[in-house]
């Protein structure tokens, strides 16, 4: 049964960088058939993509246009786990984020916990 | 303002059959399958449905996704007052390159 795993701090500065942790059990980071995700979910924004890392053959990495220059998304193949940074946040951010799995078939069918993260002084 | 657009708010009474709308373009719901998940309060989405009218398993067959063009629907019979919760569609947009949702609907059961 494959499982999302969530860690990283709930609160960040604005300015500062919000850093997320998402380990995967049951499946691999370097699945050849799998895209592993981050979507964050707010009041005013609703569900957002943001990106997504996925290996065919080699690393390729897919950003949404809206944070595109702030944010970046890298495999951890030694601990089997993906990260997600966003630099310079603002209030804007403040959101749950989520990470999640595109399997084989094409959905987005398997997601983290979600962590709630507060961008205030 | 989502991509792809939903009806705000929908509702029922127990037993009622309800359907839910996704309005979308040629480059996402046109051109790619639609997603459909359910939101309940303090909990990760859940995918109710895939591949436009496939169900996961576990999933009860009360869920049903259709989709014709560029819009989709979720249909939900024998609505139970556990179904109140918010339910969003999402496609791959191959314009953006990402995934797309709409603004969620929230459903009531009265």
Redesign the interface.
Known sequence: QVQLQQSGPGLVKPSQTLSLTCAISGDSVSSNSAAW?W?R?SPSR????L??TYYRSKWYN????SVKSRISINPDTSKNQFSLQLKSVTPEDTAVY?C?RVGA?????I????TKVTVSP | QSVLTQPPSASGTSGQRVTISCSGSSSNIGSNTVNWFQLLPGTAPKLLIYNNNQRPSGVPDRFSGSKSGTSASLAISGLQSEDEADYYCAAWDARLNGWVFGGGTKLTVL
């Open positions: 995700n979507i979910q609703g569900l957002e993509w990106g997504r897919n950003y949404a246009v989520y999640a078939g094409g959905a987005l069918d997601w983290g916990q979600g």
